[in-house]
């Protein structure tokens, strides 16, 4: 069964980078099925996802923070990570890693793909 | 602000069926998926596509699409279907939208 774990820093100043990397296994990164995806969720508040990376290291980000993330793949750790910087106390946040399903077309003509096998999450808090 | 719209919250009976709706615009090229996340936990998959529902996860749930609407429907709720429920899809960029979440009370 797939599992994947996030792990780094839990505490991080004003202005400076966080950085997690998420473990998977049970399951090779190296598929061309997923992406692999990065999320986060303020504490009370609602999901927003920050971007997803490919096996050979493509990214695709959200246009709200692509400025500053940076995602990377490390296939021979079966690991992925992200690098997010300036962080501000907007970014504390619980940040999930999570396989991000490539797009597939119904017959209806109708785009399908999800996000499953999320991580248990990182609660980050950015202060000084 | 979220691009897909639900509900903050909704209540249901005990036993009783309960429909959860998400709305946007992404609905409409796009099949929206749905995640349970209870206190403390990570979202959990509980329908994508269609109607699909992960192994494991119980047949009272299910999901239908009517435009740029998706509902997800529990049928017979039970107390530990109360939970935080957030729909999502992808939108025309291929970018990942959520909903706001919508919070279950079961009663």
């Known amino acids: 069964q797939l599992q994947l774990q996030e792990s780094g820093p839990r505490l991080v100043k004003p202005s400076e980078t966080l950085s997690l990397t998420c473990s998977v296994s049970g399951g090779s990164i190296s598929s061309n099925s997923y992406f692999w995806g990065w999320l986060r969720q303020p504490p009370g508040k609602g999901l927003e996802w920050i971007g997803s990376?490919?096996?050979?290291?493509?990214?695709y980000y959200n246009p709200s923070l692509k400025s500053r993330v940076t995602m990377s793949v490390d296939v021979s750790k079966n690991q992925f990570s992200l690098r997010l910087d300036s962080v501000t106390a907007a970014d504390s946040a619980l940040y999930y890693c999570a396989r991000d399903h490539k797009t597939a077309v119904t017959t209806a003509g109708l785009g399908v793909a999800w996000l499953d096998a999320w991580g248990p999450g990182a609660l980050v808090t950015v202060s000084s | 602000s979220s691009e897909l719209t639900q509900d903050p919250a909704v209540s249901v009976a005990l036993g009783q069926t309960v429909k959860i709706t998400c709305q946007g615009d992404t609905l409409r090229n796009y099949h929206g998926n749905w995640y349970q996340q209870k206190p403390g936990q990570a979202p959990v998959l509980v329908i994508y596509g269609e109607n699909n529902r992960p192994s494991g996860i119980p047949d009272r749930f299910s999901a239908s699409r009517s435009g740029t609407t998706s509902s997800l429907t529990i049928t017979g709720a039970q107390a530990e279907d109360e939970a935080d429920y957030h729909c999502?899809?992808?939108?025309?960029?291929?970018?990942?939208?959520f909903g706001g979440g919508t919070k279950l009370t079961v009663l």
């Open positions: 999502n899809s992808r939108d025309k960029s291929g970018f990942w939208v």
């Open positions: 990376v490919y096996y050979n290291g493509s990214p």
